[in-house]
């Protein structure tokens, strides 16, 4: 969206893997994945204006919010350059001018939920409208590669299935009304890199009863499912993620704290992507709310633990039902 004084803001949504399958690992170090993303409500704000500060050169980024991470891994410079380089500079092309971006940041850092890659996403497509530019959609997807393995998702937006390394987007009808999704992301680094390290450490490749139930998911997405429908495959989707072994071998106090969250909801609880956040559906964001309630009742009370030097993030969200990519 541009603003009349040229202010671009734009919502850079989190996602969630609903299935990750682990294909294999790839010749460039990087795995092939088949795996369900669906885009949330949760989102971080992100807006651009290009600079008018006398004599700026570089673009400039402000992070606000409880958790902003560290400014030197932010992949919003790095979406903002992406764009500058597709654009390119020479007659005929449009300006890039400096830009200062300010970010809002409200989904959890590191967390699994790929918050710095549609932060990313979000600074490419906004850096394009501040200046007018366009792009061929090839040039698009090669730029939004070159960001991270996530990117691509966000420039597609709503759900989608994911494969080789990421790039591979194909969009699916997704979820036909309100999904409650309640995020419990405990206060531990869990680098992606980490668990991807010890994932071929400990196997060939992924289990072949995860990537049945992606792919079927994957199908069953494709033709759109109804709320009531997806919750009723919670069980097996909680299950269907080839990292959650080796996220809990990275970060053994997982283990714990994904059986507390299980006997004091009564619900599957699945792990986004390499984690550490873990996740519950609800049939309406009310119903997450009430557990995000409980849950931190029952971290109060010692019955969930708290690993990690601080209490968890607690967030209760929905699935994003809408079209558009980060709006
Ligand atoms: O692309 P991105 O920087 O988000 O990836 C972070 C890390 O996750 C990579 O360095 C790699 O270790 C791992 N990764 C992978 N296969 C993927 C995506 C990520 O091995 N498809």
């Keep these: 969206m541009t603003a009349p004084d040229g202010l671009v803001v734009r919502l850079a949504p989190a996602k969630l893997n609903l299935t990750l399958a682990v294909i294999g690992r790839r010749r460039d170090g990087f795995h092939d994945l088949h795996s369900v993303f669906v885009p949330?409500?949760?989102?971080?704000?992100?807006?651009?204006?290009?600079?008018?500060?006398?004599?700026?050169?570089?673009?400039?980024?402000?992070?606000?919010?409880?958790?902003?991470?560290?400014?030197?891994?932010?992949?919003?410079?790095?979406?903002?350059?992406?764009?500058?380089?597709?654009?390119?500079a020479g007659p005929g092309r449009p300006p890039t001018p400096p830009l200062a971006a300010r970010l809002e940041k409200r989904i959890p850092v590191a967390a699994g939920l790929?918050?710095?890659?549609?932060?990313?996403?979000?600074?490419?497509l906004g850096a394009l409208d501040a200046w007018g530019a366009d792009l061929a959609p090839e040039r698009r997807a090669t730029a939004a590669?070159?960001?991270?393995?996530?990117?691509?998702?966000?420039?597609a937006g709503g759900a989608a299935l994911i494969e080789g390394r990421g790039e591979r987007v194909s969009r699916l009808s997704g979820v036909s009304g309100e999904v409650g999704v309640l995020l419990v992301t405990p206060a531990?680094?869990?680098?992606?890199?980490?668990?991807?390290?010890?994932?071929?450490?400990?196997?060939?490749?992924?289990?072949?009863?995860?990537?049945?139930?992606?792919?079927?998911?994957?199908?069953?997405?494709?033709?759109g499912l109804t709320p009531a429908a997806l919750l009723?495959?919670?069980?097996?989707?909680?299950?269907?993620?080839?990292?959650?072994?080796?996220?809990?071998?990275?970060?053994?106090?997982l283990?714990?704290?994904?059986?507390?969250?299980?006997?004091?909801?009564?619900?599957p609880v699945g792990l986004s992507g390499s984690g550490p956040t873990l996740w519950t559906l609800y049939p309406s964001?009310?119903?997450?709310?009430a557990a995000a309630?409980?849950?931190d009742a029952a971290i109060r009370a010692g019955t969930i633990p708290t690993i990690g030097a601080t209490a968890p993030s607690i967030i209760a969200t929905t699935i994003d039902t809408h079209e558009e990519p980060s709006r």
């Design 255 to 267: 283990v714990a704290v994904r059986r507390a969250l299980m006997r004091t909801l009564g619900r």
């Design 188 to 223: 531990v680094p869990v680098r992606t890199p980490d668990v991807f390290a010890v994932f071929d450490g400990t196997r060939e490749r992924g289990d072949g009863a995860v990537r049945l139930s992606s792919e079927h998911l994957a199908q069953e997405l494709g033709n």
């Design 40 to 88: 949330l409500a949760l989102a971080d704000r992100l807006s651009l204006a290009v600079t008018g500060a006398p004599g700026s050169r570089e673009d400039t980024l402000h992070v606000d919010g409880p958790d902003t991470g560290p400014l030197a891994t932010n992949l919003v410079l790095k979406g903002i350059a992406a764009a500058r380089a597709a654009v390119g």
């Design 232 to 253: 009723d495959r919670a069980g097996v989707l909680a299950a269907a993620n080839d990292l959650l072994g080796p996220a809990t071998l990275v970060e053994p106090g």
């Design 293 to 295: 309630a409980t849950v």
């Design 145 to 155: 590669a070159s960001i991270g393995s996530d990117v691509p998702f966000f420039l």
């Design 114 to 124: 790929a918050g710095g890659s549609s932060d990313g996403a979000a600074a490419f």
């Design 285 to 289: 964001r009310t119903d997450a709310e």
